[in-house]
């Protein structure tokens, strides 16, 4: 993750704090860079973002999207967010990446552990991105909470009309 910056960013276990004089614009490359918009931060602001929130979003994109386009994953976030924000699933990005049998990584009986340090990283990137609402426009509209590889035809897809097709995976709107 590259970090452009005017002022100071501290991280520590629990939070980021920006400050105090500037401007942060996290940046991916050259791709998002104009997706990105300047998160411009007033003398004594804090933006705060859980260690677990940041964890746990960065895992679901590198897990469900790791080798997909870089709008791919963000598109994987957002969903994960949409859901969130979502009164049908629960309220935190942990319980909703951990829910039961939402994700298929998490119940593969595979270790959940990073292998690919760059891919890693990158999810982390996205995460951040996602979570601190950096992108001008997201990529997907908020009603999104659903999709799936299009190698696979899960039981819950048949007759859905999809909303987009993303690298190799197909989005649907709340499904009914």
């Not at 960013?9 to 050259?30: E, F, S």
């Not at 994987?76 to 990446?97: G, H, I």
Request: charged share 20%; net charge negative.
């Amino acid at each position: 993750m590259t970090i452009v910056q005017t002022g100071q960013v501290h991280y520590d276990d629990t939070h980021k704090t920006v400050g105090p004089t500037g401007r942060t614009t996290l940046a991916l490359g050259a791709y998002l860079w104009h997706l990105l918009v300047d998160t411009t931060i007033i003398i004594g602001t804090t933006i705060m973002i859980t260690a677990a929130a940041l964890t746990c979003l960065a895992l679901n994109v590198y897990h469900e999207a790791r080798s997909e386009p870089i709008n791919g994953q963000l598109a994987v976030a957002e969903v994960t967010l949409n859901r969130v924000a979502s009164s049908r699933y629960p309220d935190t990005v942990c319980d909703v990446v951990w829910d039961d049998k939402q994700f298929s990584w998490t119940h593969d009986g595979k270790s959940d552990k990073p292998k690919e340090p760059r891919a890693w990283e990158q999810s982390q990137a996205i995460a951040h991105i996602a979570l601190e609402g950096l992108l001008r426009e997201p990529v997907l509209p908020s009603t999104v909470l659903h999709y799936h590889a299009d190698w696979v035809t899960p039981y819950w897809a048949r007759g859905q009309q999809p909303v987009a097709k993303i690298g190799s995976h197909i989005f649907y709107e709340g499904i009914k």
